[in-house]
């Protein structure tokens, strides 16, 4: 099984940016960012192919998030940002990065994915 560690979560006014990050250990072929309000369930918000191609972007945070990886190396700890900017209120929430290990799984649905990370807060308020 993947493990992932997340980082980056905090309070933001509205209109200001955060950066998360994922650091997943070997063998995941797909990574996602979900984020899960209280009384709610959890939600797609970005994912990508470990090594290159983004898969999914929400309707709700296109064109102000960005999910990208850095230095990807084979066989070696993969790790996605997931770049924030322009948060509104509506953005809050506990944020989950998840690992698929099929590409075909690369989407908004969290049923396919099967390691997850202990999640980070985000809360955007003035």
């Known amino acids: 099984q993947v493990r992932l560690v997340e980082s980056g979560g905090g309070s933001v006014q509205p209109g200001g940016s955060l950066i998360l990050s994922c650091a997943a250990s070997?063998?995941?072929?797909?990574i996602g960012w979900f984020r899960q309000v209280a009384g709610k369930e959890r939600e797609g918000v970005a994912a990508m192919y470990t090594g290159g191609g983004v898969a999914y972007y929400d309707q709700s945070v296109r064109g102000r998030f960005t999910i990208y990886q850095d230095n990807y190396q084979d066989n070696a700890e993969d790790r996605v940002y997931l770049r924030m900017t322009a948060l509104k209120p509506e953005d809050t929430g506990v944020y989950y990065c998840?690992?698929?290990?099929?590409?075909?799984?690369?989407?908004?649905?969290?049923?396919?994915?099967?390691?997850w990370g202990q999640g980070t807060q985000v809360t955007v308020s003035s």
């Open positions: 998840a690992a698929a290990e099929e590409t075909r799984a690369c989407g908004p649905l969290p049923r396919y994915y099967t390691s």
């Open positions: 070997e063998g995941s072929r797909c």
